[in-house]
């Protein structure tokens, strides 16, 4: 299913340069991004009640995420291997009451289905290359490799699509779970909503409202991932400041944090398997300030510190084009 995430990867970084530029542009004709709200609320569509102000090089510790702590008598939930189709409303029932491992499952599932949806086309495509190839002088041996392999590609696609009819995946709906997760508290869905990976051209155009809601919780979700000591923060952090509008994230940074060279010099703070768990460092073109070095082992002091290197990043998950994986969902919950 590889493929398929690439393809997520693709549309994500093509939307998420124009959200950038949105977010830019509509910024309520102020220059300053930072006027943030909290992200108390678990659906979209609800008015965000007054926050202070943040400050561009926040001098104080934000507040730790309001993440509902699980209890035993939390409400069964649906079997793992049951069709997602029928039970997707019970996830979505327990996720919106702040189950965690209910709302990581159902953005999982969610993006499985999508993922998959994207993939039929793949898988269509090949099999005219298959038929192609069999009319030819090949290699019997290497053709019916080349076929098995697709028919258990086929096959696993299949069962995932019937285990998806009739269930909404539309980029909203993803947006939905997606926050849903966040604010339970599941760091991939975090960053996938950082990422901005929801919003398509065209669904800015008919839902400005998601726009709204990235712009007005985006940098409060930052700054709790990096409470958290994620990782794949940095790292988004870093793909933000060095492609400029390639991410939404840029857009909502204070512009001291907008440089590529102070969170480089974040990086370079980070010990070398917390380096080795951001799985890369893109370089830069000049070296930091003396400035920029001081507040980046302010930074690296403050949130990364006590980072536990085996803490790896959940950046791959999102944009490195893995199959989504609802494992690592009860984990949440400990």
Request: net charge negative; aromatic share 8%; hydrophobic share 40%.
């Amino acid at each position: 299913m590889r493929k398929a995430g690439i393809v997520g990867l693709g549309v994500g970084l093509v939307a998420a340069g124009v959200i950038a530029w949105a977010v830019m542009r509509g910024a309520g004709g102020t220059d300053d991004p930072l006027s943030v709200t909290s992200p108390g609320a678990t659906a979209l569509g609800i008015d965000a009640m007054d926050t202070p102000e943040v400050p561009r090089l926040p001098a104080v510790k934000p507040e730790r995420p309001d993440v509902p702590s699980p209890t035993a008598s939390r409400p069964a939930l649906p079997p793992v291997d049951m069709p997602f189709n029928q039970g997707v409303e019970a996830l979505e029932e327990a996720a919106r009451g702040g189950d965690v491992v209910a709302a990581c499952r159902l953005t999982t599932e969610a993006w499985r289905c999508f993922n998959a949806r994207q993939m039929a086309r793949f898988v269509n495509e090949e099999e005219r290359q298959i038929e192609q190839l069999a009319s030819r002088d090949l290699d019997a041996e290497q053709l019916e490799q080349r076929i098995d392999a697709w028919m258990d590609r086929k096959q696993s696609l299949e069962a995932t699509m019937a285990s998806c009819e009739g269930v909404d995946v539309s980029f909203p709906k993803l947006f939905d779970y997606d926050w849903l997760a966040t604010t339970a508290g599941d760091p991939v869905a975090r960053l996938r909503y950082l990422g901005s990976m929801h919003l398509t051209p065209g669904v800015l155009i008919r839902h400005p409202e998601l726009l709204d809601h990235y712009r007005t919780h985006a940098f409060d979700i930052f700054m709790q991932a990096l409470e958290t000591g994620d990782l794949g923060a940095v790292q988004l952090w870093q793909s933000s400041a060095q492609f400029d509008n390639g991410f939404a994230l840029y857009a909502v940074l204070p512009e001291p944090w907008q440089d590529p060279r102070l969170v480089s010099a974040v990086i370079e703070q980070l010990t070398e398997d917390q380096r080795a768990a951001i799985g890369f460092h893109l370089p830069v073109d000049s070296e930091p300030s003396p400035e920029q070095q001081a507040e980046a082992a302010r930074i690296h002091a403050r949130y990364f510190a006590a980072t536990p290197a085996k803490q790896s990043s959940s950046f791959a998950d999102v944009f490195g084009g893995h199959e989504p994986d609802t494992q690592r969902c009860e984990d949440l919950a400990h």
